[in-house]
Each structure stands twice: as C-alpha cells, then as structure tokens.
Nanobody, 126 residues
C-alpha cells in the first residue's frame, strides 16, 4: 500500500521559512514525478512546484518562483518543499503528490498524479 505523509507545517510569521517533508512508504520515490499543491479556503487546489520523473525538469507557479524550492533524499525516501519569504497568501493546506508514470508536459496539473498525501496546514501570519 502506497502512503505519502506530509509533515513540517505550522504557523509562521510573514517573511519566515518552513520546510515541508513528504515521506513515502510502499514505493520508492527515486523515479517518481512529484508535485506540491496547496488549497486555500474557498479556492481550487493549485500546483506550486513539481519535478518530472528522474529529475528531468522542474516547474514553478509564478507566485512562488524565487521563494520555494524542491529537494529529495532518496536514502530516506522523502521529498521536501523549502519555503522562504512566506506571505499570508501562502496560507493553505499543502499536499504532496506522486506518480511513477511519465509526465510529459505540465507537471503542475493535478490530473497527472496517482498518489496523494493527506495534506498539512501552513499558516502565515501578517
């Protein structure tokens, strides 16, 4: 059974930083395409950052470019979302998602992913 579990969320002040982790069980993430998504109250779930299979390309939402980055630790079977200079508009539930199947074009599309974490709250105070 595949599980993705996010951790590291919480409350942070405007301009602060957080690192979210997404640990996998039941599957090796090494060759997966990974997406980080978020959903604010009353809004659609949106992609913020993604990396294609085998690290062949990364895409960012315009709103997070220069502030959010991705990394992975294959030994821990974990991927990370590093969030810097956080703003109140970044407040949302954040989800990691993965798929072993090749993502050809837009990896920020929710439809590309087969596995999802349960989500974790990030709140940025003004």
């Amino acid at each position: 059974q595949v599980q993705l579990v996010e951790s590291g969320g919480g409350l942070v002040q405007n301009g602060g930083s957080l690192q979210l982790s997404c640990a996998a069980s039941g599957v090796k993430l090494d060759y997966f395409a990974i997406g980080w998504f978020r959903q604010a109250p009353g809004k659609e779930r949106e992609g913020v950052l993604c990396i294609k299979n085998n690290n062949t390309g990364t895409q960012y939402a315009d709103s997070v470019k220069g502030r959010f980055t991705f990394s992975r630790d294959n030994a821990k079977n974990t991927v990370y979302l590093h969030m810097n200079n956080l703003k109140p508009d970044d407040t949302a539930v954040y989800y990691c998602a993965g798929t072993p199947w090749p993502v050809q074009a837009m990896c920020l599309s929710r439809e590309e992913y087969d596995y999802w974490g349960q989500g974790i709250q990030v709140t940025v105070s003004s």
